[in-house]
């Protein structure tokens, strides 16, 4: 790979999943031409939720996957970084690669430091195989309640893992949809470790942002101090579209400003699963000055509260 891999420019676009896996046809490939975003984040800032998929031929996809997508380098995404003005990167583990977390170490053992992951483990994980991920820069693991990216896993198989991973120091990771959290509400709250929930438990933005289901989220979030928040991904999930999101905005903005210490942002590249449009990195950089209007709050977003969850050590 070229040293001067940037986005935009010559071997920067998709170009499907290598090693014989094939691109699922209706996947949306990353976005060919990111535009420089207006907002230039301070020094230090972290992209906290993004993946890199294979390359297949190198890392190939689980077998259990529910999508095959486009090839996602650890290059590209160091190129994106550089292009966006941010320093840092946490790799979050896709379900494209089930539990086997080799192109995540990868990528992470490749950073020179500058990138921490959350991993995804099964029951039979060893301890060994734990603190051999713990070197490489994992500081997290990820629990995955969205049906139609995982199997479910039983409660105490997660609760086993979650005790064990607490004695490491890291913390949770938890994707679920806003119609499951009053059914999950007892058992986030009763983990043993710090919590941190994707894409603000995912609301359904046409409610109302002080309504009952975001209210209940908010209620986790006030009633457990140890549960953090990313307010990532309004391309997932805004009905108003790209380039402003205007829809997810004020839920955003209500947690930046109810929990300006426990909450992260990321881009979430190479964006799986988008039906519809494929959002402009730069724009989402830009989107981070609307739900963090003062500069202490976006101080903390992109690079104080980052660096406290993944970079102390
Ligand atoms: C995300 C969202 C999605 C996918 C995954 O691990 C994954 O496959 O997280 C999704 O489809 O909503 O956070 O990247």
Same mark, same amino acid.
């Given at each position: 790979?070229?040293? #001067?891999?940037? *986005?935009?420019?010559?071997?920067?676009?998709?170009?499907?999943?290598?090693?014989?896996?094939?691109?699922?046809?209706?996947?949306?490939?990353?976005?060919?031409?990111?535009?420089?975003?207006?907002?230039?984040?301070?020094?230090?800032?972290?992209?906290?939720?993004?993946?890199?998929?294979?390359?297949?031929?190198?890392?190939?996809?689980?077998?259990?996957?529910? @999508?095959?997508?486009?090839?996602?380098?650890?290059?590209?995404?160091?190129?994106?970084?550089?292009?966006?003005?941010?320093?840092?990167?946490?790799?979050?583990?896709?379900?494209?690669?089930? #539990?086997?977390?080799?192109? =995540?170490?990868?990528?992470?053992?490749?950073?020179?430091?500058?990138?921490?992951?959350?991993?995804? !483990?099964?029951?039979?994980? #060893?301890?060994?195989?734990?603190? +051999?991920?713990?070197?490489?820069?994992?500081?997290?693991?990820?629990?995955?309640?969205?049906?139609?990216?995982?199997?479910? #896993?039983?409660?105490?198989?997660?609760?086993?893992? +979650?005790?064990?991973?607490?004695?490491?120091?890291?913390?949770?990771?938890? @994707?679920?949809?806003?119609?499951?959290?009053?059914?999950?509400?007892?058992?986030? +709250?009763?983990?043993?470790?710090?919590?941190?929930?994707?894409?603000?438990?995912?609301?359904?933005?046409?409610?109302?942002?002080?309504?009952?289901?975001?209210?209940?989220?908010?209620?986790?979030?006030?009633?457990?101090?140890?549960?953090?928040?990313?307010?990532?991904?309004?391309?997932?999930?805004?009905?108003?579209?790209?380039?402003?999101?205007?829809?997810? !905005?004020?839920? +955003?903005?209500? =947690?930046?400003?109810?929990?300006?210490?426990?909450?992260?942002?990321?881009?979430?590249?190479?964006? *799986?699963?988008?039906?519809?449009?494929? *959002?402009?990195?730069?724009?989402?950089?830009?989107?981070?000055?609307?739900?963090?209007?003062?500069?202490?709050?976006?101080?903390? =977003?992109?690079?104080?509260?980052?660096?406290?969850? @993944?970079?102390?050590?």
């Amino acid at each position: 790979m070229s040293a #001067t891999l940037t *986005p935009g420019g010559p071997g920067w676009a998709a170009s499907g999943a290598s090693g014989g896996f094939t691109t699922d046809r209706d996947w949306l490939p990353y976005h060919p031409r990111p535009s420089k975003p207006s907002y230039l984040p301070p020094p230090g800032a972290v992209d906290a939720h993004c993946h890199v998929f294979g390359p297949g031929a190198q890392f190939p996809y689980a077998p259990e996957r529910k @999508y095959t997508p486009c090839d996602a380098s650890k290059e590209h995404l160091w190129a994106l970084r550089d292009f966006l003005g941010l320093e840092r990167n946490v790799i979050v583990q896709a379900t494209c690669h089930g #539990t086997d977390n080799r192109a =995540l170490v990868d990528a992470l053992q490749a950073s020179g430091g500058r990138a921490r992951g959350v991993a995804s !483990v099964g029951r039979g994980v #060893t301890d060994s195989e734990l603190r +051999a991920l713990d070197a490489a820069g994992v500081r997290g693991v990820r629990f995955n309640f969205v049906r139609r990216l995982v199997d479910t #896993t039983p409660r105490e198989v997660l609760e086993a893992i +979650a005790k064990r991973v607490a004695q490491l120091g890291w913390h949770v990771v938890i @994707y679920f949809e806003a119609a499951e959290l009053p059914q999950l509400y007892e058992f986030f +709250a009763s983990l043993p470790a710090t919590v941190v929930v994707d894409h603000m438990g995912r609301p359904d933005v046409t409610k109302p942002v002080d309504g009952p289901e975001f209210e209940l989220f908010v209620r986790l979030m006030r009633e457990r101090p140890n549960v953090w928040s990313k307010v990532s991904c309004p391309e997932r999930l805004s009905k108003a579209g790209p380039p402003r999101y205007e829809d997810v !905005v004020p839920f +955003a903005r209500r =947690l930046v400003e109810t929990f300006p210490d426990r909450v992260l942002w990321g881009t979430d590249w190479p964006h *799986p699963n988008l039906k519809g449009h494929m *959002p402009d990195d730069g724009k989402l950089l830009d989107y981070v000055p609307q739900i963090a209007p003062t500069p202490a709050q976006r101080q903390k =977003l992109m690079v104080e509260n980052p660096s406290r969850l @993944y970079f102390n050590r």
